[in-house]
């Protein structure tokens, strides 16, 4: 690739797979809202509120793939989601559709499917079950995908992410898991096989407990090797396991599933 574009930059996981993604193109470009370290000798550092449709236009143009990091990570007011998961999905696709940009990833999140139990295993055909505005404009993502895969050829892999921290912090993300060097894996594969199509995937590691089947994306030939199963014993050891009943344990989105509507 000539020039790849990670939005979200500044954000955790724009810094780790910055990190991690340097061979990928001759030209890095990072965009986040917020500040971002100082460029490398083949790094861009592009400034761009996800919001502004002429900004992101000029983010885009020129770039040959976009791992779609930016946005509202966390539930927060529809205000505060409609501006950047919304109206910001909206203008990178139209920004791709403009100047060819053809193949994406897009941060999706296990929120799109909170709502299912953990003793459920579920695979990408079940119909989202959002936990949350922030769910809801994560499967508003993936549709919008779907559309500009469907009329315009634009190939998107959406990561339904789980967890995607140094390590685990409770007793969900042993399931939920992902780790960076397994998520760095998956971009290379997504942007490597030679026609992506539009799959939902979901985005954890190799952890011996899990709530995900990606059999139906096997063909990506992804094979995350990191395990919470390492951090259970320290969990175990720090943290009061929940009740039963408490959502943490009873549904795939945790605590997300108990959160009201945020008013601002
Ligand atoms: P983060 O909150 O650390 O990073 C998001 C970045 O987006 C921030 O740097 C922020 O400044 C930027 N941003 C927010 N609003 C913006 C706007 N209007 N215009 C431009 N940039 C804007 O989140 P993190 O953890 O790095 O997640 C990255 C992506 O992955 C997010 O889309 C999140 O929803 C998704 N995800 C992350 C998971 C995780 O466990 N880290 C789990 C599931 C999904
Ligand atoms: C997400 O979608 C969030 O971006 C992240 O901060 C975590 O809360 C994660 O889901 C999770 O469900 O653990």
């Given at each position: 690739?000539?020039?790849l574009?990670?939005?979200?930059?500044?954000?955790?996981?724009?810094?780790?797979?910055?990190?991690?993604?340097?061979?990928?193109?001759?030209?890095?470009?990072?965009?986040?809202?917020?500040?971002?370290?100082?460029?490398?000798?083949?790094?861009?550092?592009?400034?761009?509120?996800?919001?502004?449709?002429?900004?992101?236009?000029?983010?885009?143009?020129?770039?040959?793939?976009?791992?779609h990091?930016?946005?509202?990570?966390?539930?927060?007011?529809?205000?505060?989601?409609?501006?950047?998961?919304?109206?910001?999905?909206?203008?990178?696709?139209?920004?791709?559709?403009?100047?060819?940009?053809?193949?994406?990833?897009?941060?999706?999140?296990?929120?799109?499917i909170?709502?299912?139990?953990?003793?459920?295993?579920?695979?990408n055909?079940?119909?989202?079950?959002?936990?949350?505005?922030?769910?809801?404009?994560?499967?508003?993502?993936?549709?919008?995908?779907?559309?500009?895969?469907?009329?315009?050829?634009?190939?998107?892999a959406?990561?339904?992410?789980?967890?995607?921290?140094?390590?685990?912090?409770?007793?969900?993300?042993?399931?939920?898991?992902?780790s960076?060097?397994?998520?760095?894996?998956?971009?290379?594969?997504i942007?490597?096989?030679?026609?992506?199509?539009?799959?939902?995937?979901?985005?954890?590691?190799a952890?011996?407990?899990?709530?995900?089947?990606?059999?139906?994306?096997?063909?990506?030939?992804?094979?995350?090797?990191?395990?919470?199963?390492?951090?259970?014993?320290?969990?175990?050891?720090?943290?009061?396991?929940?009740?039963?009943?408490?959502?943490?344990?009873?549904?795939?989105?945790?605590?997300?599933?108990a959160?009201?509507?945020?008013?601002?």
């Amino acid at each position: 690739m000539k020039r790849l574009l990670i939005t979200g930059a500044a954000g955790n996981l724009g810094i780790e797979m910055r990190a991690r993604l340097q061979d990928m193109a001759d030209t890095l470009r990072l965009a986040d809202i917020g500040a971002i370290d100082a460029a490398g000798p083949n790094e861009e550092i592009h400034q761009c509120d996800l919001g502004d449709a002429a900004a992101v236009d000029a983010m885009v143009e020129g770039c040959d793939g976009i791992v779609h990091l930016g946005g509202q990570s966390t539930e927060a007011s529809w205000a505060t989601i409609r501006h950047a998961n919304f109206d910001g999905v909206y203008n990178l696709y139209e920004a791709c559709r403009k100047h060819a940009c053809n193949r994406v990833v897009f941060a999706s999140s296990n929120h799109a499917i909170g709502f299912y139990r953990q003793d459920q295993v579920i695979d990408n055909s079940v119909y989202p079950r959002p936990d949350g505005l922030y769910g809801v404009s994560k499967v508003f993502g993936e549709m919008m995908a779907s559309v500009y895969h469907d009329k315009f050829g634009i190939e998107t892999a959406s990561l339904r992410i789980g967890s995607s921290f140094p390590e685990p912090r409770n007793h969900r993300m042993l399931s939920t898991w992902l780790s960076f060097d397994d998520l760095a894996q998956l971009i290379r594969r997504i942007f490597d096989v030679p026609r992506l199509g539009c799959p939902v995937i979901y985005g954890a590691s190799a952890n011996t407990a899990t709530f995900w089947d990606n059999s139906r994306t096997a063909w990506i030939g992804w094979s995350p090797r990191d395990n919470a199963e390492a951090f259970r014993a320290k969990i175990d050891a720090t943290m009061e396991k929940p009740a039963a009943d408490a959502p943490d344990v009873v549904y795939q989105g945790g605590g997300f599933t108990a959160d009201g509507i945020h008013q601002e």
